[in-house]
């Protein structure tokens, strides 16, 4: 990685010249940003105005008028929605291990812009399954709605008559209403979780 952004910074200092605070670099991490800015530094010989660097995350934040909000605050308003659906709901200190797993899982799905999110929590019983129903998928899409079900396949053939698994079957048939009343619930106010933020800029890209 540091080969190449060496490479990338020499070929737009030597192309670019004094232009090169008309660009902005954009980066998975503020790591690969600061290898960057010291690899430009090492080929700008004098003074010019230095480009502007930033992360993806960052980048989309700015295509968005949404904010990102911490995991504590999804996790309460997640857990009052659940609550809506689901009257009698576990205690919050049992919800959470569960709603750490479904903000994580809600922000990839998300992240890979799943068109048909209702069809991916429909009861899917074999991985082999998403291989036929989401034949229309990228590779890396089917790969994500295989790692969504790893976790449930694993639990089920580990502990088929555990507390954790029948905890997660007791909350399946909630997931789509779930999701789709923490992003009404989220949207209300301007806010999101990151892969919620990404989906919003690429759904509305054209506008």
């Given at each position: 990685?540091?080969s ?12 670019v ?31 010019i105005?230095?480009p502007?660097?930033m ?17 504590l ?44 999110v209702?069809?991916?929590f ?10 036929e ?20 396949q ?17 909350t ?11 992003h009404?619930?989220?949207l ?9 933020l990404?989906r ?8």
């Amino acid at each position: 990685m540091q080969s190449k952004l060496h490479a990338i910074a020499q070929t737009f200092v030597h192309e670019v010249g004094d232009d090169l605070h008309r660009y902005t670099f954009v980066f998975p991490n503020h790591r690969a940003g600061l290898f960057f800015r010291k690899y430009l530094s090492q080929y700008i010989t004098r003074p010019i105005l230095a480009p502007r660097v930033m992360t993806i995350n960052e980048c989309f934040a700015e295509l968005s008028d949404l904010q990102v909000v911490d995991q504590l605050t999804l996790l309460l308003r997640l857990y009052s929605e659940y609550r809506q659906l689901r009257p009698n709901a576990e205690s919050l200190d049992h919800f959470i291990y569960w709603g750490k797993m479904m903000l994580a899982d809600f922000s990839e799905i998300d992240n890979h812009v799943v068109q048909h999110v209702e069809a991916l929590f429909s009861s899917i019983k074999d991985l082999h399954d998403i291989e036929e129903r989401f034949s229309y998928l990228t590779d890396n899409q089917r790969k994500a709605l295989s790692n969504f079900w790893r976790e449930f396949q694993e639990s089920d053939r580990r502990h088929p008559d555990g507390e954790l698994h029948k905890r997660f079957l007791h909350t399946w048939d909630l997931l789509y209403p779930l999701y789709i009343a923490l992003h009404r619930n989220l949207l209300q106010e301007g806010l999101a979780y990151e892969g919620m933020l990404h989906r919003e800029v690429l759904d509305h890209w054209d506008s």
